[in-house]
């Protein structure tokens, strides 16, 4: 095993449990609650079967999540997936994880964060449909720009928001299942042919996404080997439960069929009438809110995937995207690079098309992660791990098969665009070598001057 960093030795262990469940609850938590529901009973085709997607998207993200966290416990790096893959595969593989987070899972998230953003606005403003594109780019920059002048914006908003998004969950799941009286299972989507469990869960996932932030932190646990797995354990487990009241609550206010046409809509219309008009609208404020902050947490963070990578010089254009504003120390290059790559993959115009390419691409990641784990069980049996993940090899061998149950149904379902987002990945190995070999010549040419 690696030694750490000097910059890993300086980190302090004083994380405990509470914080450690709430930044799980509070990175996974966003848009894809509201956004979701939709879809997930259009690709299952009934009711049932749509609650069923949730609860399996749940295990597999349980089971990926307890597995992720003895790489952390184990390799207690700066970094997190970067870290991992770089220590278990080597310097490509981790390079490939980094340019794919640059190019597709970074932008692609944004992206739909920003359509889900303008879908939203646009009925609540009672403003033409024309005007969704224009808005969704406009949002994008403007939290960039807010990022761009210091973390500390950036930070409050996301403190803010991390509050405000729990009330519309809270309203919507408290007021429906006590007020609502429809029928919950059994209900068809009303479409004909739907797409299949592959696709609702892969649709789920995007709501479920963001738990591997806790093993980020697990270097600044108190004990990971303890907190950790509780940590991933209750915060998902207050994610489980609240997605399946919102989606149970919805179905007792509208038919499956009427949240499957309104899509995005659904949970707004769903509070509505709940709440009446103003408190329908004051709920979607809520909604909205929470969107904005997730929008500004995956902004705020995929840039510095990039910013690393060009200070390294391992990207192309590396002088530019390593760019720092002199007054407010943020990443300027890699944040205007960002804005630009999300705009582009915005032009394919649907958010949920956007999601699951970025879900499958970083799905192929997790896989790699998960195999890590009997990887170094194998090669350092003796080796001290803080934290091993429980009734191994059962869990994890669960999170590869769910990693390869969604990978090959997306590939079966929506092949174009998963092979679009393979092209792009593997234009990263030429671009590796080439960037290696320039790296070489400059090192060579230093020690001949």
């Not at 630009?340 to 990641?365: E, S």
């Amino acid at each position: 095993m690696e030694k750490e960093s000097q910059a890993d030795k300086l980190l302090k262990r004083e994380l405990g449990l509470i914080p450690a469940m709430a930044l799980v609850v509070g990175m996974v938590i966003g848009s894809g609650i509201f956004m979701k529901p939709g879809k997930v009973l259009l690709a299952a085709g009934d009711s049932t079967l749509g609650l069923a997607a949730w609860v399996i998207g749940g295990i597999i993200t349980v089971t990926a999540g307890l597995t992720i966290a003895e790489l952390g416990a184990q390799i207690p790096r700066t970094g997190g997936m970067y870290a991992y893959l770089d220590e278990v595969y080597g310097k490509f593989w981790a390079y490939l994880f980094g340019w794919v987070q640059t190019l597709i899972y970074g932008p692609a998230t944004i992206g739909a964060l920003g359509l889900y953003f303008s879908a939203l606005l646009i009925p609540f403003l009672n403003i033409p449909t024309s005007y969704k594109m224009p808005l969704a780019i406009l949002a994008v920059a403007f939290i960039s720009g807010i990022n761009c002048l210091g973390a500390r914006c950036g930070g409050m908003i996301q403190s803010v928001a991390t509050i405000a998004k729990l009330i519309p969950i809270a309203c919507i799941a408290v007021f429906g299942l006590w007020q609502g009286n429809g029928q919950i299972l059994n209900m068809s989507s009303g479409v004909s042919e739907s797409a299949g469990m592959g696709a609702a869960i892969l649709a789920t996932l995007w709501a479920y996404d963001g738990w591997i932030a806790a093993g980020f932190v697990a270097g600044e646990m108190k004990n990971p080997a303890k907190l950790l797995p509780r940590a991933i354990i209750l915060g998902l487990g207050i994610v489980i439960v609240a997605y399946l009241s919102v989606n149970v609550a919805v179905l007792h206010v509208l038919p499956a069929a009427e949240i499957a046409a309104l899509g995005p809509l659904a949970s707004g219309a769903a509070a509505g009438i709940l709440f009446g008009d103003i408190g329908g609208k004051l709920i979607s404020i809520g909604i909205l809110v929470s969107i904005f902050g997730a929008l500004n947490g995956y902004i705020m963070t995929n840039a510095r995937v990039p910013y690393a990578m060009a200070v390294a010089g391992q990207l192309p254009g590396s002088r530019f995207l390593a760019k720092v504003h002199k007054e407010y120390g943020t990443p300027v290059g890699a944040t205007l690079f960002q804005v630009c790559m999300a705009v582009l993959l915005m032009t394919l115009g649907d958010p949920d098309r956007l999601t699951d390419i970025a879900m499958f691409m970083i799905q192929i990641f997790y896989l790699l992660a998960f195999v890590a784990v009997f990887l170094l069980r194998k090669r350092q049996p003796a080796a001290e791990r803080p934290y091993k993940v429980p009734l191994y090899p059962v869990v994890p061998a669960v999170a590869i098969l769910g990693g390869l149950y969604i990978i090959g149904s997306t590939l079966l379902n929506n092949p174009q665009d998963t092979l679009y987002a393979l092209s792009l990945t593997l234009l990263g190995v030429p671009v590796y070598w080439l960037m290696l070999r320039q790296k070489k010549g400059a090192c060579g040419a230093k020690k001949s001057a």
